[in-house]
């Protein structure tokens, strides 16, 4: 199936750990993103890579370090998490302008 | 930055009834995209349109580019339309990234 699919899908995890998510698409598309759904289901971009390399960083905490080893991977780690982590990140992808995006089923980050 | 505000934030229907969500946007877009994230959180694509009408089955989306604004229609309401749905813009001059509005929260009643 083509896709962008990430992992895990559930991450529970302590205040000041570290973890990762991985995202991989097979749809050949060039660029792909990380966004953040809060608790009041607002979506905002938190990165975006085009073929590797970093186009978009909105001001997010340096604790987040995105890694993209090839245009079909995005991965994103967390440093020493917080509370206010908690979230669902998606993971997606896009072609050039004149086509949409494809998100990935999610994954829900919990910090306790 | 661009704003995207979409009407109602809620809407309560009963099965088989048609309704109509809102999308405004306040700056010329190169792409828009409609959104329905289920209550399992997926988020579906529904339709890209930066201009002009389409229809998948009982959902339909217009976007009048000139007035900055999208419909999307829903007929024949089912249980499984329930869920949020988002609007979401993209502006090529404001660099390659979708920015959503705030959702209208479906739910569609037996």
């Known amino acids: 199936d083509t896709a962008v699919s990430q992992t895990p899908k559930y991450l529970v995890t302590q205040m000041g750990n570290d973890k990762s998510i991985k995202c991989e698409q097979n749809?050949?598309?060039?660029?792909m993103y990380w966004y953040k759904q809060d608790s009041k289901k607002f979506l905002k971009i938190m990165f975006s890579?085009?073929?590797?390399?970093?186009?978009i960083n909105e001001t997010v905490p340096n604790r987040f370090s995105p890694k993209s080893p090839d245009k079909a991977h995005l991965n994103l780690h967390i440093n020493s998490l917080e509370l206010g982590d908690s979230a669902v990140y998606f993971c997606?992808?896009?072609?050039?302008?004149?086509?949409?995006?494809?998100f990935g089923s999610g994954t829900r980050l919990t910090v306790v | 930055g661009i704003q995207v505000e979409q009407s109602p934030p809620d809407l309560i229907l009963q099965e088989g009834a048609n309704s109509t969500l809102r999308c405004n946007f306040s700056?010329?877009?190169?792409?828009l995209q409609w959104f329905h994230q289920n209550p399992w959180g997926q988020l579906i694509n529904l339709f890209y349109?930066?201009?002009g009408t389409k229809q998948n089955g009982r959902l339909s989306a217009t976007t009048v580019a000139t007035e900055r604004y999208s419909l999307l229609y829903i007929s024949s309401s089912q249980t499984t339309d329930s869920g949020v749905y988002f609007c979401?813009?993209?502006?090529?001059?404001?660099?390659?990234?979708?920015?959503f509005g705030g959702g209208t929260r479906v739910l569609v009643k037996p």
């Open positions: 979401a813009v993209e502006r090529m001059a404001a660099g390659n990234k979708l920015t």
């Open positions: 700056d010329s877009v190169n792409n």
């Open positions: 890579y085009n073929n590797k390399e970093l186009i």
């Open positions: 749809l050949g598309h060039d660029t």
């Open positions: 349109i930066p201009s």
């Open positions: 997606a992808s896009s072609q050039t302008v004149g086509y949409g995006y494809t």
